[in-house]
């Protein structure tokens, strides 16, 4: 899974995007509002994690994120 956060306008919030190996839009959310989004894509079991991905990721880049499914590294 790849996380990107993009860094929005005067008028356009700053909004990250979660999508799959193939690159297929799984979820797109404002950066101050990503709760409802995280669960909605199935994701709400490993929000916490998301969530600090999120926080320390910068502006304009992207992270392959591995998740962990019972104490294995596994893609989303």
């Given at each position: 899974?790849?996380?990107?956060?993009?860094?929005g306008?005067?008028?356009?919030?700053?909004?990250?995007?979660?999508?799959?190996?193939?690159?297929?839009?799984?979820?797109?959310?404002?950066?101050?509002?990503?709760?409802?989004?995280?669960?909605?894509?199935?994701?709400?079991?490993?929000?916490?994690?998301?969530?600090?991905?999120i926080?320390?990721?910068?502006?304009?880049?992207m992270?392959?994120?591995?998740?962990?499914?019972?104490?294995?590294?596994?893609?989303?």
């Amino acid at each position: 899974m790849y996380i990107l956060k993009v860094k929005g306008t005067e008028k356009i919030p700053d909004y990250v995007q979660l999508r799959d190996d193939n690159f297929t839009l799984l979820a797109y959310f404002r950066v101050d509002r990503p709760e409802k989004a995280i669960a909605k894509a199935g994701l709400a079991d490993h929000e916490s994690e998301i969530l600090k991905l999120i926080e320390e990721l910068p502006f304009g880049k992207m992270h392959q994120w591995k998740m962990e499914v019972g104490g294995k590294k596994s893609e989303v």
